[in-house]
């Protein structure tokens, strides 16, 4: 069974530009997070959706979003970028009713 | 929210030494996850253990749910052990891992 895929994997834009970051679940996984990691705040939550809608939100601005398609696949979207924004975005998937949480790759973001 | 804390935050180790890295959490949880993140930036499931004691080779893990920590053993230890492991926890209906700092850990030749 294929893992959690992330697209694309780098990726390097300018201040103010905006992103969408894309995320491919394990086949048959419907809850999909997105995390964020940087060297000074470790790994924090983004968000998670299940179903298509938002199921929980971590204490990020509102320049970040996300949505989930009808076939789990999820985006997110980072909206006029800032610096800090440059980080490693992952994204996890877990099968319904499971806690565990399987992770992709990883979109490395770089903002100059 | 609750707070995960590991130690120690650096280990070196010669190849073929034992290890013990700790996590303890502030609350109950019903998710406890240990990861190893390989030097391109994935992470890679070790074990799911809210509770109980697992083992898989070389690496086993135990969390004491009711006294909030968990513990990962790593024994015989080999250079690709290297890299930084993570212990995430969370509660509650949902998804929501809250990380620790990780344990970087280097294992000499």
């Known amino acids: 069974k294929a893992g959690v895929t992330q697209t694309p994997r780098y990726l390097i834009k300018t201040r103010g530009q905006q992103v969408t970051l894309s995320c491919s679940p394990i086949s048959g996984h419907r809850s999909v997070s997105w995390y964020q990691q940087t060297p000074g705040q470790g790994l924090q939550f983004l968000f998670e959706?299940?179903?298509?809608?938002?199921?929980n939100k971590g204490n990020f601005p509102g320049r970040f979003s996300g949505r989930q398609f009808s076939n789990s696949r999820s985006e997110m979207n980072v909206s006029t970028l800032e610096l800090g924004d440059s980080a490693l975005y992952l994204c996890?998937?877990?099968?319904?009713?499971?806690?565990?949480?399987?992770f992709g790759p990883g979109t490395r973001l770089t903002v100059t | 929210g609750i707070q995960v804390e590991q130690s120690p935050p650096d280990l070196i180790l010669q190849e073929g030494a034992n290890s013990t890295l700790r996590c303890n959490f502030s609350d109950s949880v019903n998710n406890l996850q240990w990861f190893h993140q390989n030097p391109w930036g994935q992470l890679i499931n070790l074990f799911y253990i809210p509770s109980g004691t697992k083992q898989n080779g070389r690496l086993s893990a135990t969390t004491v749910a009711t006294e909030r920590y968990s513990l990962l053993y790593i024994s015989s230890s080999q250079t690709t052990d290297s890299g930084v492991y993570f212990c995430a926890a969370a509660q509650g209906a949902g998804n929501m891992l809250t990380f620790g700092g990780g344990t970087r850990l280097m294992v000499k030749p």
């Open positions: 996890a998937s877990s099968l319904p009713g499971s806690y565990e949480q399987y």
């Open positions: 959706y299940f179903s298509e809608t938002q199921r």
